[in-house]
């Protein structure tokens, strides 16, 4: 059981997307904790609305054509998306910090790292600029960019996809925030590179009792990383685990094929990987039953006519399935 | 950045000759300066030949191109025009800072240049201010309220006015606020000339004739560029490092007009610094219609008659202005984007 106090509560969020061919549902009631010091690890394929979830909490999606129609962010007890522009700015950098996905675009080509690093420094501390660039050094050397003190005055292409990475590290610390939200901070980055990012942000993480809410695409790099896994798939939370639970003993359908997708050292070398057939959802559809249904091998007929809830399946585990994996029988 | 600077001037060099060279030899097509010297009476033949010879147009067009460019001093001129040439040249040429002498009013090309140009740069740089002010103003607002209503109000206008001609615009605001004004008993607004000869040269006359001129230059142009700033913001507000940011935590002016502006910055520049440079050779249309004694009438007026001295002096004058303009803009980019940097 988890002692920790909650830090972040997500009940029943739904953001949608106004565009011209019609409305895309990409979040469809997301509901999620987390403790603090806690790191969780947000798993799906690329526009399950793994993104999207978190940029609705932080407050970024772009309105219009984004809307978020229902739903509630408790972050230590205040509704996030019931707070005006101007109370989020004083939250945003400060209390939730975020990564993005590519550090090429990320950055701003045209300053400065240590001006772009002091920043939050100079907003949300009020610090004055001598003391900020003290602490912008720091925050470099913590983050382990060799001679910080010359290496803020350059700018983001002067430095190397790793080094931009660690940088927008620096950058989200740079308030110690609570909570951490990276949105796949590795994927653009090649294999070492991704290692070193991540025992980075854990030893970060440890040293100040951070949380870290961590998105991916890779199941592999959660195993290491992440004490639950959450498992989304068309805007929706298909389970729900720790993560030994997730790998040892999956109950949803998609998870099972995701990890049966993953290559693995332990297993034989001429096995073929298991790719999942047909295609993602098309999100412009509100989905009718189980979203997972089309590609799912276990389906009957109950699984196109109601969408299941995310039910139990043992403790501290849930799945959003009608049929139960372990026995081969739907539930009753 | 020096050695870079020392370059570019160097290369501007052979351009300009090629430039002048070229002006030079189209001017001689721009009509017959002596045709008109006889004022309403028809110049005889004889007195033709003669002023031919004195203006020394009876050479080679590449000697008189020659005589243009390095004066005449060390060759004899036929001042008399009897057909021999006898007395040494006085001119020193272009390279030698002597434009020569207006074929119009014997008047240094210089000095007819000088009492215009002020009154050109006092409309010109109002007009410009008015532009960069209206035109940031409008583009960047419209650009953070696409889709609005004022942002689709604003465009349809912009269209409209971007693609309205000039002297129709003079003619209607010269409608609207002279003739109406008069009409109805308000306070109008003067159509012609610097200022009313009864009331003298004042500053306050000035700016009040300034008024329906700068108007009408700056229409046009805040209109273009504030369709062009509107969507260079756009494009840098949905850059990822705007959503940076945001996520940061920053106050919304501060991403408008650092994150964004800086880098929506380098497209408006080019086309600023291009267009800066025609400024100085004042607004043909613009003057003509308002009576405006700048450059753009000295221009029409010279080149109606064919003084190839004084046209050659504004044209090389706004040769010369380009360059220089290209080159600061280029010294803006690299102070604008670190990615760029010259050697």
């Given at each position: 059981m988890n002692r920790r106090q909650v830090i972040l509560d997500l009940k029943d969020l739904r953001t949608r997307f106004h565009i011209a061919e019609g409305t895309v549902y990409a979040v469809n009631g997301v509901s999620l904790t987390l403790h603090e010091c806690e790191t969780i690890a947000i798993v799906g394929e690329s526009g399950c609305g793994k993104s999207v979830t978190m940029l609705s909490v932080m407050g970024l999606i772009p309105v219009p054509p984004g809307e978020i129609v229902s739903g509630q962010a408790f972050y230590r007890g205040r509704d996030l998306l019931a707070l005006s522009e101007a109370e989020m700015e004083h939250i945003r950098g400060k209390e939730l910090a975020m990564v993005f996905q590519d550090p090429m675009t990320a950055l701003n080509p045209v300053l400065t790292i240590g001006r772009q690093i002091s920043e939050p420094l100079r907003v949300h501390l009020n610090m004055d600029h001598a003391t900020a660039q003290q602490r912008v050094i720091e925050l470099l050397e913590q983050v382990g960019i060799p001679d910080p003190k010359n290496r803020m005055?350059?700018?983001?292409?002067?430095?190397?996809g790793g080094m931009r990475q660690r940088a927008m590290l620096a950058m989200a610390l740079a308030c110690a925030p609570s909570v951490l939200i990276a949105d796949e901070p590795t994927t653009a980055l090649d294999v070492t590179i991704q290692a070193q990012i991540i025992e980075l942000v854990t030893r970060l993480r440890d040293a100040l009792c951070m949380a870290v809410i961590w998105i991916t695409h890779d199941l592999g790099v959660v195993a290491g990383l992440a004490e639950r896994v959450i498992v989304m798939y068309a805007g929706l939370v298909v389970e729900e685990a720790s993560v030994d639970e997730l790998y040892d003993d999956p109950r949803h359908p998609y998870t099972l094929a995701l990890l049966a997708a993953l290559p693995r050292i332990d297993r034989r070398r001429d096995r073929r990987l298991k790719s999942i057939p047909g295609a993602p959802p098309n999100l412009l559809v509100m989905p009718h039953g189980c979203p997972f249904a089309p590609r799912c091998e276990f389906v009957f007929d109950r699984c196109r006519a109601e969408t299941p809830p995310l039910l139990p399946v043992a403790i501290e585990h849930r799945a959003r399935c009608w049929y139960d994996v372990v026995n081969g029988k739907p539930f009753e | 950045m020096t050695r870079y600077i020392l370059r570019r001037l160097l290369q501007a060099i052979p351009l300009l000759f090629v430039i002048s060279l070229v002006l030079f030899f189209l001017m001689q097509n721009m009509g017959d300066p002596i045709a008109t010297m006889g004022g309403r009476n028809v110049t005889r033949s004889a007195d033709r030949e003669r002023l031919k010879r004195q203006l020394g147009l009876d050479k080679p067009i590449i000697v008189q191109y020659l005589y243009w460019l390095a004066g005449n001093d060390w060759a004899k001129a036929d001042l008399d025009g009897d057909g021999i040439a006898e007395t040494p040249g006085t001119r020193r040429g272009v390279l030698r800072g002597d434009f020569g002498l207006s074929l119009v009013n014997k008047k240094p090309v210089t000095q007819v240049i000088w009492e215009r140009l002020p009154n050109t740069l006092l409309l010109m740089l109002t007009a410009e201010a008015m532009i960069l002010i209206f035109a940031l103003l409008i583009g960047i607002y419209s650009a953070l309220k696409q889709y609005s209503t004022f942002d689709n109000i604003i465009t349809t206008i912009t269209f409209l006015f971007y693609s309205m001609p000039v002297f129709f615009f003079a003619l209607v605001t010269m409608y609207i606020f002279a003739v109406n004004f008069k009409k109805w008993g308000l306070p109008y607004l003067p159509t012609v000339g610097m200022f009313e000869p009864t009331a003298g040269k004042t500053p306050l006359q000035v700016a009040w004739h300034m008024v329906l001129p700068t108007a009408t230059l700056s229409f046009g142009f805040i209109a273009g560029y504030s369709r062009y700033i509107r969507s260079a913001m756009l494009e840098a507000m949905g850059q990822d490092y705007v959503r940076t940011a945001k996520a940061k935590g920053l106050p919304k002016p501060e991403i408008v007009y650092i994150h964004a502006l800086k880098n929506a910055a380098l497209p408006i520049v080019t086309i600023i610094a291009l267009d800066l440079p025609f400024l100085l050779g004042g607004a043909i249309v613009t003057e003509r219609i308002f009576g405006w004694p700048g450059m753009g009438r000295l221009f029409l007026d010279h080149v109606s008659r064919g003084d190839t001295p004084v046209v050659m002096g504004i044209l090389m004058m706004i040769a010369v202005a380009v360059v220089i303009f290209q080159l600061i803009a280029d010294i803006l980019y690299a102070w604008l984007d670190p990615r760029i940097r010259y050697t």
């Open positions: 005055n350059d700018y983001p292409h002067q430095f190397s | -």
